[in-house]
């Protein structure tokens, strides 16, 4: 562990930051006085309703109604409400800042380096204005759904907040999910419109997304209209598919106009997310206008100093729930930079392009691309004026400490690295940035405000320093609003308040460090335990992608003996660089590597070489399906993967029989 830290804050920073702002605000509203960061979030945590409320102040929350009850049923976290009494939009607080003769930029769009667009802020208001009519005279009201099967264009920020202003329903997937997937998804919530583009680009090549439409509409007898957006091409027919109708066409008869913003509950929902996992059909993940909105403006106004103005941006699909993160910017009075294809087009350029051109301030992306951005030859940092730029933001899977690293010595040294966790159960994170702390290598600097997250060993005592289960003792308003189609709300409840009655388990290994950070060693579920030591596999991870030939690795326990189920030894998998070979000199030297930077338990049992490694559409790799096709077992929700032809690589590996 270094033992000083990457990055530390200026004066002026902490001065200017969102961060320092309210909590001296909040000194001054309350008679306190906070000594340091742990100090204002031991407070959010033991006086959560003031803090609440005091956010809800302090960002300004547009709302026809708050009422004076900010909780009720606390001490339950599954029966917890929040601000029961209030009435709000989700859609109007995002776009409260906008007037009708704004011209600043509201959304910059590319779409790989074949499309540029923007919209200025009048111009949003105008377009969610024409799409609410349109949705209205379909017959989309309070409580229905629309879904977007859409690259992560303009359109689909215009759909959805065209949505939630009627008090409707958002779900979006990204249109490289097979037909299964998607129908697997919104077949589960009978969306009544399905909006879709006709196709989209791809490290430079065009994809038709409307022979998939097509079946998707057949299969989906909720859908009544389907909405087509230009896209990829100018013409194209839409006959073939059930209820289509094109974009300018739906949108013709109406006039931009004062829009209506339905007011409805604090806990009414607002987006349907589902969860990527390889063990069946996807959960439907309900969350709510409220809860959304006030953990969204804490993370983006205190935790990321996102300011008016800003260039906000994350690489992100439709179907993860960045994407849903990064749309709540708005409510910032920030731009929103969209991009939509292959993020290492024109030699990994493309983004860096984009953040020169126009001036970014908050570069998100995940670790995987981080991890892969450091083996290839960009060096950032040497061709592109970064000026703007104050924070890095990194998520989806643990970033390794040898990506701090590269990020300060290839991208910028100034700058505010922020590893996030969190995910789609609770929209948002429990572990993230501040402006205000140093950044620690291979640490999260922080947990977040009003979040009581605690690392329990399994004996569910709290600890520090060792490893055990994020968790989160105490009701927080970012927790869904339940499961779709959950009577009893039973599976709500299997999924997160049963390993710990009653305590939200989030089911991330990890641990509290010295500095009040946070280390993620993966997910619990995939937690390796050799002779009944757990290790957590971000741990082999980090000290197999300092080996030169390693592009990318995926480690599973293996049932051994077979037969016995009783112990597991370890197995690596590794994807090496174009060319080279796995020899016993190879892997003897990664599992030297191994052994001296951690202990004789990591040092896998076999390492297997491999030509691609499985991931999600959000580029998490996974472990529990490759587990799976080890041992034999099936694999179910294939469509979460963005590869799923990858897993027949790991089915009856000789290496494995003996």
């Known amino acids: 562990m270094s033992e000083s830290p990457l990055w530390s804050p200026s004066a002026a920073q902490i001065e200017a930051a969102g961060m320092t702002r309210f909590i001296r605000w909040s000194e001054q509203r309350n008679r306190l006085r906070f000594a340091s960061y742990p100090a204002i979030h031991a407070w959010s945590v033991s006086e959560s309703e003031d803090f609440w409320r005091a956010l809800w102040d302090y960002c300004g929350v547009q709302a026809s109604a708050r009422g004076d009850a900010v909780l009720v049923d606390g001490d339950s976290m599954l029966e917890a409400r929040w601000f029961p009494e209030a009435r709000l939009n989700y859609a109007e607080n995002l776009l409260r800042h906008f007037g009708p003769d704004d011209c600043a930029d509201a959304l910059v769009f590319r779409g790989e380096d074949k499309v540029a667009s923007r919209l200025s802020r009048a111009e949003l208001v105008a377009a969610v204005s024409r799409f609410a009519q349109a949705l209205r005279a379909q017959g989309v009201g309070e409580g229905d759904r629309v879904a977007g099967y859409l690259p992560n264009l303009p359109e ?121 996992g390889t063990t069946g059909v996807p959960k439907c993940i309900v969350h709510g206008h409220g809860g959304v909105l006030l953990q969204h403006l804490k993370e983006h106004v205190l935790h990321t100093d996102v300011r008016p103005g800003d260039r906000l941006f994350y690489f992100t699909t439709c179907g993860w729930m960045m994407w849903n993160w990064l749309a709540s910017g708005l409510a910032t009075g920030a731009a929103l930079m969209l991009y939509d294809g292959s993020p290492f087009l024109n030699d990994g350029r493309v983004l860096f392009d984009f953040a020169e051109e126009e001036g970014m301030t908050h570069f998100g992306t995940s670790a995987k691309y981080l991890d892969a951005l450091a083996k290839t030859e960009l060096r950032p940092r040497e061709h592109y004026r970064l000026d703007a730029l104050r924070a890095v933001m990194s998520t989806g899977s643990p970033l390794a400490p040898e990506s701090f690293d590269f990020v300060y010595r290839e991208i910028k040294a100034d700058v505010c690295l922020s590893s996030i966790s969190g995910g789609t159960d609770i929209v948002s994170c429990f572990a993230l940035g501040n402006p205000i702390l140093p950044v620690w290598r291979g640490e999260l600097q922080c947990r977040g405000l009003g979040l009581a997250v605690e690392v329990f060993n399994e004996d569910g005592r709290s600890v520090r320093g060792e490893k055990g289960e994020l968790v989160c003792t105490k009701p927080f308003p970012a927790m869904p609003v339940g499961f779709w189609n959950d009577p009893g709300r039973t599976r709500y409840r299997a999924a997160y308040f049963e390993r710990f009655p009653g305590i939200w388990c989030h089911g991330d290994f990890c641990e509290v460090t010295a500095h009040d950070g946070l280390i993620i060693h993966g997910r619990s579920d995939a937690v390796l335990n050799p002779g009944g030591v757990r290790i957590g596999t971000a741990e082999i991870y980090r000290q197999v992608e300092k080996v030169p030939e390693v592009l990318e690795s995926i480690v599973i326990g293996q049932d051994w003996p077979p037969q016995a189920r009783g112990d597991v030894r370890v197995v690596l998998f590794v994807r090496l660089r174009d060319g080279m070979a796995l020899d016993a000199a190879l892997a003897e030297r990664i599992k030297r590597r191994i052994r001296e930077n951690t202990t004789p338990r990591h040092v896998p049992a076999r390492i297997v070489q491999v030509t691609d490694i499985p991931r999600t559409r959000s580029g998490k790799i996974v472990e529990l399906a490759v587990r799976n096709m080890v041992h034999g077992e099936p694999v179910r929700n294939v469509e979460a993967l963005a590869n799923p032809e990858a897993l027949e690589l790991f089915k009856n590996r000789p290496e494995l029989a003996t």
Not at 172 to 190: L, M
Not at 235 to 253: N, S
């Open 156 to 276: 689909a920020m215009v759909a959805m907040l065209a949505t939630a202003s009627l008090g409707a329903i958002w779900s979006s997937a990204s249109p490289d999910f097979g037909v299964q997937g998607v129908v697997d998804r919104f077949g589960q919530i009978e969306p009544k419109v399905l909006v879709c583009a006709d196709g989209y680009f791809y490290n430079h090549k065009t994809v038709d997304s409307l022979a998939k439409v097509a079946e998707i509409a057949a299969q989906v007898p909720s859908i009544e209209r389907v909405v087509v957006c230009a896209y990829t091409r100018s013409e194209f027919d839409v006959a073939p598919i059930r209820a289509a109708t094109r974009l300018e066409d739906f949108l013709a008869p109406f006039a931009a106009a004062a829009i209506t913003f339905r007011q409805v509950a604090f806990d009414h929902p607002l987006f349907i997310l589902y969860s990527s």
